[in-house]
Structures are given as C-alpha cells and as structure tokens.
C-alpha cells in the first residue's frame, strides 16, 4: 500500500495554508501542522514531509517577509503556486451576540486584512500564531466575550459560529501560496521562475539586471527588494518571472544576470497558477 504524501503548513488544522495543501495535492494527503513556518522548511528538508505549502503573498497586506527570507535559508524549491480567495469569518461560541465581543483574536495578517471592519467593530485586534489556532483557542478557553478571525471550515471543524462571513475588508482578497519540495521540478507549458538575487550597489545595477529580462521580452512578475542581512544599507532583490529555466531565453537571461550580480539563487520553475481573480473563480 502506497503511503499517502506527509504535507507540512503553519498552523493547526482548519488554517488557509491546509486548504491550500489540499488545493495543490489533493483530498487524499496527510496534513502534518508546524507551529512556525520555520518547521514547515525544516520538516521538508529534513525528510519527515515530503512537500511543504507557505504562503508568500497576499493582495491585500501584502508580502509574507519571513518566507522570503526561509527561502534563502533552505535548499528548498518551488515546485507550484496556488493563489486562494481568502474569505474571513468572524466566529464565536454558539449563542454570543456580536456585541459581547470585547477582543478579536486572529494571525497579523487576517487582522490586517480585516482593519476596518474591525475598527467599525470599535473591538482591538490581539495577535496569534495562526486563524485555525485562534478558534482554537477561544473554544478551548471558553472565552465568551471574545471572536476569532478564520475561515469557515475551522469554525465547523471546532464546533464553533459564525457571526459574520466576509469579514474582509476587500473582496478581492487573494493569497498566493507555493509548494515547497527538495528536489526541483521542470513544469510543462506556461511556467513562473522565482530567484533572488545581489549585487555591488553602484548606479545602474538593477537597470543592467533587469535589462537582461527585458532584452528577451520576459515578463516580470514581481520584484521586491528586502534588506540583505548583515549588511546595513545593501538590498537582495526577489523576482519572479514568466518562464522556465527549460527554455533557452530564460537560462540566457539568468546567465547574463550572474555575470552583473554578486549572487544569484534559483528557488525554481514550476507551473504557473491562473488569475482566479480575473477568471472569476
């Protein structure tokens, strides 16, 4: 008997990132939930999981930094994205009124996602490790005067209710999630590469970078900047963009690009999710 794939998240079971796992594996995987995306990496390259799913981004607040930087740290790589409708709840103990609510508890993230409904709300946000684990710890504490921002699967799979759906600020509330293995994958058809990279700061050093990208007409799909540890005032810049190592453009234009940056990491190719925002699902 095949054993089923062992797929790390953050989290505890109910969280977004296990939906996510599900998404890109299928129903049929074991779930394994690390405290911290600092065990999700390291459960991956240390051989207890086989995949890993983080989540990297979200169109609302933005870039999940600690990933980017778990990124470097692991010889880890990309091998799919997902981008997911993130659709928040508020959820209490069966039987509270919205207006007992004195505290919301929910990941930095899903309260910075929910700022101003929560401040109509006139109710202080208070910080977790996780959404599911919110819940969690509510019902667990009987905490009746308290609500938990997560999604609608870890309020029925903790015997809890839902006061409010859509609880976000936007409704055009995606995150992007990626697969993480320890070996790399080379995708078929359309196809995203993520890599970061460095170089000495003089003028003209990511002009000359990006031109490289640019001269062979590959589209970029992100570019973010992030402090290079260890050195004040010195950036290491993360893309990604259209394409695949496996076609000749692409291995050129990251050639031309080691040959002006002082570093340069592949985190991988892999197929390249569609725009459910643009598509409608």
């Known amino acids: 008997m095949v054993s089923a794939l062992r797929v790390a998240f953050q989290g505890d079971h109910g969280a977004y990132s296990e939906d996510a796992a599900r998404a890109l594996f299928g129903q049929d995987i074991e779930t394994v939930p690390c405290a911290t995306f600092d065990g999700v990496f390291a459960a991956v390259e240390g051989g207890d999981c086989d995949h890993g799913v983080v989540p990297v981004e979200n169109s609302l607040a933005g870039s999940i930094h600690r990933n980017y930087d778990l990124l470097l740290e692991h010889s880890l790589h990309i091998i799919a994205e997902h981008n997911m409708r993130i659709a928040h709840c508020l959820i209490a103990h069966p039987g509270v009124e919205i207006g007992e609510i004195r505290r919301v508890y929910s990941h930095p993230q899903a309260l910075a996602q929910c700022e101003h409904s929560l401040r109509e709300l006139g109710v202080p946000g208070i910080t977790t490790e996780d959404t599911a684990g919110s819940v969690k710890f509510i019902q667990e504490q009987g905490l009746r005067d308290a609500a938990a921002i997560a999604s609608e699967r870890a309020a029925a799979l903790y015997g809890m209710a839902i006061?409010?759906?859509?609880?976000?600020?936007?409704?055009?509330?995606?995150?992007?999630?990626?697969?993480?293995?320890?070996?790399?994958?080379?995708?078929?058809?359309?196809?995203?590469?993520?890599?970061?990279?460095?170089?000495?700061?003089?003028?003209?050093?990511?002009?000359?970078?990006?031109?490289?990208?640019?001269?062979?007409?590959?589209?970029?799909?992100?570019?973010?900047?992030?402090?290079?540890?260890?050195?004040?005032?010195?950036?290491?810049?993360?893309?990604?963009?259209?394409?695949?190592l496996a076609e000749g453009r692409c291995q050129r234009a990251v050639e031309q690009l080691r040959e002006m940056a002082t570093f340069v990491q592949v985190f991988g190719s892999y197929p390249r999710a569609r725009a459910a925002w643009v598509e409608g699902s």
Do not use: H, Q
């Open 163 to 244: 006061l409010r759906r859509d609880f976000e600020d936007e409704k055009t509330n995606y995150t992007r999630f990626i697969a993480l293995a320890r070996e790399p994958v080379m995708p078929e058809g359309e196809a995203k590469t993520s890599l970061a990279f460095a170089g000495n700061n003089v003028p003209g050093l990511l002009f000359r970078c990006l031109s490289a990208f640019a001269l062979r007409d590959i589209d970029l799909t992100k570019i973010e900047s992030r402090p290079l540890r260890g050195v004040p005032w010195e950036y290491i810049f993360y893309l990604d963009f259209a394409g695949s």
